[in-house]
Each structure stands twice: as structure tokens, then as C-alpha cells.
């Protein structure tokens, strides 16, 4: 079996709201749209996809240096972006919270926290090079 592509689905109580917010204000650039009786999907481009798997103190450390406490439920979404600084800006003028403002971290990455529309925890990170 070959994987070859990982989608997260999320189901948005503010479809309109959610949609303007990731395709609009973050850039995903729509694959396709869809409807049915009723209802809606539209399938967003977000670049390459990883899985990140990580037990539950590992993901207390990363709450812990990118917010300074526990905060994420058992899903975040990470957004690798060019400029963080300006990413959380752009995303808090178009209604994400801020969790936590950008901060370098010890994989010397850029992060920053924000909860966005349909209840996602975000994290955007900006690659920082070499240490």
C-alpha cells in the first residue's frame, strides 16, 4: 500500500466563515468543490503534508515553549510559513485568537499559536536555518 496524500477533514459550523479564513486570509488555494443536498466541501491545497505523531509529554513540551502552558487538545494544525510574524498579524486581523505571539524555539523555528475559525489550534512556524 502506498499513501499519497494525507487530507484532515474538519467540519465547520461557519462554513462560509472557515473557508474565507484558510483559502482567503491563509492562502490555501482550492482543488476542487463539491455539494450536496444541502451541503458543501471544498478541498483546500496546504503544500506537502506530514504526520506529526507525538506522545503526551512531548506535546506538553511543545505547548510549553510555543505558549508557556498546555493548551492544545489531541489535534494541532502547523502551518510552515515564510514570515510568522506577519502570518499571526495577518491571521488575527481576520479573526483567529492569538495564543501566543511568534517565539523562537529550540529547533530554532519561528512559532507562533492561534485558534482559528471550526475550533483548529494552529501553529505557524518559519524555518530559522541553522543554528
Known sequence: MTVRELRLVVTAEDYEQALTFYRDVLGLPGRAAF?????????????????????PPHAAYIDEVEVGRRVAGHIRVA???????????RLAEAGAEVVAEPARTPWNSLNSRLEGPAGLQLTLFEELGDA
Open 35 to 55: 455539494s450536496s443536498k444541502g451541503g458543501r466541501v471544498t478541498i483546500l491545497e496546504a503544500g506537502r503534508a506530514t504526520l506529526e505523531i507525538t506522545d
Open 79 to 89: 502551518f510552515e510559513v515564510d514570515d510568522a510574524a506577519a502570518g499571526t498579524a
